[in-house]
Each structure stands twice: as C-alpha cells, then as structure tokens.
Nanobody
Framework: QVQLVESGGGLVQPGGSLRLSCTAS????????MGWYRQAPGSQRELVAT???????NYADSVKGRFTISRDNAKNTVYLQMNSLKPEDTAVYYC???????????WGQGTQVTVSS
C-alpha cells in the first residue's frame, strides 16, 4: 500500500502564498503520477494540478500562473506552491498518486487551506 501524508495547509490572507507538501511511502515513487485535488464545502472534488513521473505538468485553468506543482523523486515528495491566493481557493487539498502501469489510486488525508482576510 501507498501512504500519502500532506502538510503545509493553513490560514493565509488573499494575495498570500502557501506551499503544500505530500510525502509518499510504501512503493517506488517514480512509478506514480502525482496530483493535487481540492474540495470546497458543497462542491465536487476537482483537479488542481498533476505532474507525471517524467515531469510533465497540467493545471486547472483557475490556478494557471498562480500555482506550481513539482516533485522530488529522491525525497518521495510532491509540492504545490500556491501564490496570489484568492478566497475561492479555500478548500481541503488532497494529494493523489496513480500508478502509471497498474492504475491503482491512492489519496492522502487532506489538508485545509483557508484564504481569508
């Protein structure tokens, strides 16, 4: 099994920045595509950003130019740098791992991000 542990969430003012981290254990990290999803109250969980094992990235239109996803395979960690945060970014952010060959999907426990003045 793959265990994912997120950290870095918290309260930040609009326009501020926050960096989320997700550390994986239990398997070979490079075999997984990694991603960040978020879910606001009453809303469907949505894709924020993904990064493949080779480094290719994708972003939701709502975060392009503000968020950056990256991974450090040596540390088994994926990051989400969030800049120019807006109140609508408020959500629980979840780390996701998907095995590139088998398709197995794993989720972290989530970390709360609140953007408010």
């Amino acid at each position: 099994q793959v265990q994912l542990v997120e950290s870095g969430g918290g309260l930040v003012q609009p326009g501020g920045s926050l960096r989320l981290s997700c550390t994986a254990s239990g398997s070979i990290f490079s075999l997984f595509n990694m991603g960040w999803y978020r879910q606001a109250p009453g809303s469907q969980r949505e894709l924020v950003a993904t990064v493949a094992g080779g480094g290719n990235t994708n972003y939701a239109d709502s975060v392009k130019g503000r968020f950056t996803i990256s991974r450090d395979n040596a540390k088994n960690t994926v990051y989400l740098q969030m800049n120019s945060l807006k109140p609508e970014d408020t959500a629980v952010y979840y780390c996701n791992a998907r095995h590139r060959l088998l398709g197995n999907t794993y989720w972290g426990q989530g970390t709360q991000v609140t953007v408010s003045s």
